[in-house]
């Protein structure tokens, strides 16, 4: 990833935690901030795809300082021990880059109360175990950045999407509560909300036509999809000293998406 001579080492030596690590948006935010000198920490569900990650950030950046912990955001205990080997190996944590999730599009008629709970767990209750473990992990060092992915249906509705917009929403006003209270520990906590970004699953909905790309570019004021580059680049900034008096925002990266009241 080219970056400017500024942007190099701007989070040179922090400790970066990522969830959902393994590919995506999460991927392209280890690459982000393994190229500004950060000290990574790899979690996902995904071992087989955590170590192909890793593998390639060692590849990728000589001598970068990486550590990988395969876990369920959902499963409390497993979070917490997670945390704990980040502890055991760094000492510290700086950054929390609370990625994880999953897509959840169903009639609302037809959704599952299992599909409902799978959603709240990883997408809403596994955000809240990871920051709270965070903060508790920041707190000794005199504070961190906490920065939840939720999404631009966090902030708008859609159809069929009700578990997920219920979720996001949750996110978002999560963060901002959070942000509140931990604003005197010294932890900034700021939500990002993507737009349709061209991940992997993404590309897989479009190829099999359950996504029309031409028409949502059409429907996007900057005529594309984002890329996770995009978001990766937005989390970099939320990240850094130069938003240290940004916290309790929910930031959009989504083309103008949501900005756009025209059909």
Not at 171 to 195: D, F, Q, T
């Amino acid at each position: 990833m080219a970056i400017s001579r500024e942007a190099a080492g701007a989070h040179a030596g922090r400790v970066v935690l990522c969830t959902g690590a393994a590919q995506g948006i999460g991927r392209a935010m280890l690459d982000a901030f393994a190229a500004r000198g950060a000290r990574l920490a790899l979690l996902d569900i995904d071992g087989e795809g955590l170590f192909a990650a890793q593998a390639q950030l060692q590849e990728d950046y000589p001598g970068i300082q990486t550590l990988c912990v395969a876990a369920s955001v959902a499963d409390d205990v497993q979070v917490a021990q997670a945390f704990e080997t980040v502890r055991a190996h760094y000492g510290r944590l700086d950054v929390l880059l609370n990625n994880a999730g999953i897509s959840m599009n169903r009639p609302s008629l037809e959704l599952a109360p299992a599909d409902w709970r799978r959603a709240i767990d990883i997408d809403l209750s596994g955000v809240f175990y990871c920051c709270q473990q965070a903060a508790r992990l920041m707190q000794p060092s005199g504070g961190g950045v906490i920065l939840n992915t939720a999404s631009m249906y966090g902030v708008v509705a859609a159809p069929e999407r009700a578990a997920y917009c219920a979720a996001k929403a949750g996110v978002v006003a999560l963060s901002k509560s959070l942000a509140v209270e931990w604003a005197g520990l010294g932890i900034r906590v700021n939500a990002l909300c993507p737009g349709y970004i061209r991940t992997a699953l993404v590309d897989a909905l479009i190829g099999r036509g359950a996504l029309d790309a031409e028409r949502i570019a059409a429907r996007t004021p900057l005529g594309r999809l984002g890329t996770p580059e995009d978001v990766a680049a937005v989390a970099c900034f939320l990240a850094s000293d130069e938003a240290a008096f940004v916290t309790g925002h929910a930031m959009l990266a989504d083309g103008g998406w949501t900005a756009n009241g025209y059909l």
